[in-house]
């Protein structure tokens, strides 16, 4: 998806990338409730948790390039990806959701590293494509396809599991 961007200031930049990292942040925290497995938990658990950490790193790099301190995160629709996707009810559509926000972010900051003329902002947004990069990275080699996360699918896993641990009890007695 392209994205329109004709001009943008250091300071808009990093306040959009600060809004993008507190709403993946907060998407990461909603489909981690989503799902049953630990396994998957834990990986969209620590993922909200890397947004956070992200968020963080960028307001302190806002104060440093803009002179300004951020007091509250209130941001206006000027400073959101509009092509961010919230985060469904559903906990399989919630995963490849996630993978579209984070290539969505991860294209996004490529194109502020190549429109913004600071070398240290330029290396901040290259940063952040990197990482969205490597989340989706993480994504794709944690979630593949068919993805079975909701309750029902969990539930005949189990049930196959307890019939091979019990026909491997059934051959173990016959030797």
């Keep these: 998806m392209t994205h329109k961007l004709t001009a ?12 993008i990292s507190k ?10 409730t989503l799902v049953i497995d630990d396994d998957a938990k834990t990986i969209l658990t620590r993922m909200a948790e890397k ?3 992200h968020q963080a790193e960028l307001i302190k790099a806002y104060a440093r390039v803009s002179g300004k301190k951020i007091l509250y995160l ?10 961010l996707v919230k985060c469904p009810d559903e906990p399989n559509d919630s995963v490849r959701m996630a993978k579209k926000n984070e290539s969505e972010a ?33 994504l794709e080699s944690s979630f593949v396809e068919p993805l079975a996360l909701d309750k029902a699918d ?22």
């Design 8 to 19: 943008i200031d250091t300071d808009d930049g990093l306040k959009i990338a600060i809004q």
């Design 23 to 32: 709403d993946m942040g907060r998407y990461y925290e909603k489909a981690s």
């Design 51 to 53: 947004h956070q950490t």
């Design 74 to 83: 209130n941001l206006g629709r000027k400073h959101k990806l509009n092509t």
């Design 106 to 138: 991860r294209t996004f900051y490529l194109t502020l590293s190549r429109r913004i003329y600071e070398s240290e902002i330029r290396s901040i947004f290259r940063d952040l494509a990197q990482r969205a990069e490597q989340n989706l990275a993480l």
């Design 154 to 175: 969990q539930e005949d896993d189990s049930n196959m599991y307890d019939d091979v641990s019990s026909s491997t009890a059934e051959n173990a007695k016959s030797w």
